[in-house]
């Protein structure tokens, strides 16, 4: 890929050319070294296709449901407008967890939609890396402008898991 501008975006933040922004994490492996670090190359590696980083990055004891075909079919149905991250707590080095509050923009069957959620990250001292655990709190459900998703489309937390299973069980 040439070092065309990070798909994370941050909408608050000067432009980073992906090579020094998500690119270390998602192209060379290195471990995110923050839980917000990890929570933009999750992002970035929807706008990418990157689904086995996806299920990757996820907790071991997330990944049970991890549906592959529904998130590969969301990320490539959809067009990546940028991130805003709202938020963090803890979640740097040292941390055992870390909260982070964003709104991913995107574009979804021509409409323009937002979500934002509070998702919790874990750090796993053994490995040396940050984990995506879970929306760390499920109520009220995450804020999707425009059409909600179908109880058997795939979640906008980007969880894998189908919508029913997954925010709109907390509806």
């Known amino acids: 890929m040439t070092d065309t501008t990070c798909p994370c975006r941050l909408r608050d933040a000067a432009p980073l050319p992906y090579s020094a922004c998500c690119a270390p ?63 963090t707590e803890q979640g740097e080095a040292g941390d055992a967890t870390g909260f982070v509050e964003f709104v991913a923009h995107f574009v ?28 760390a709190n499920r109520k009220p459900a995450p804020i999707v402008k425009g059409a909600q998703p179908g109880r058997n489309d795939p979640c906008p937390c980007g969880s894998g898991k189908k919508y029913k299973k997954c925010c709109g069980a907390a509806a």
């Not at 290195?30 to 929807?46: E, N, V, W």
């Not at 959809?78 to 938020?87: A, C, K, V």
């Not at 040396?128 to 655990?133: I, K, Q, T």
């Open 108 to 135: 979804l069957d021509g409409e323009e939609r937002a979500h934002r959620e509070r998702s919790l990250f874990r750090f796993d001292a053994e490995d040396g890396r940050w984990y995506f655990v879970d929306e």
């Open 25 to 87: 994490v998602l192209e060379a492996g290195k471990p995110a070294p923050t839980a917000q670090a990890l929570m933009r190359a999750r992002y970035s590696a929807f706008a990418l296709g990157k689904i086995d980083f996806l299920y990757e990055s996820l907790a071991p004891e997330a990944r049970h449901d991890f549906d592959r075909k529904a998130v590969t079919h969301w990320a490539s149905q959809s067009q990546w407008l940028g991130l805003d991250i709202l938020s």
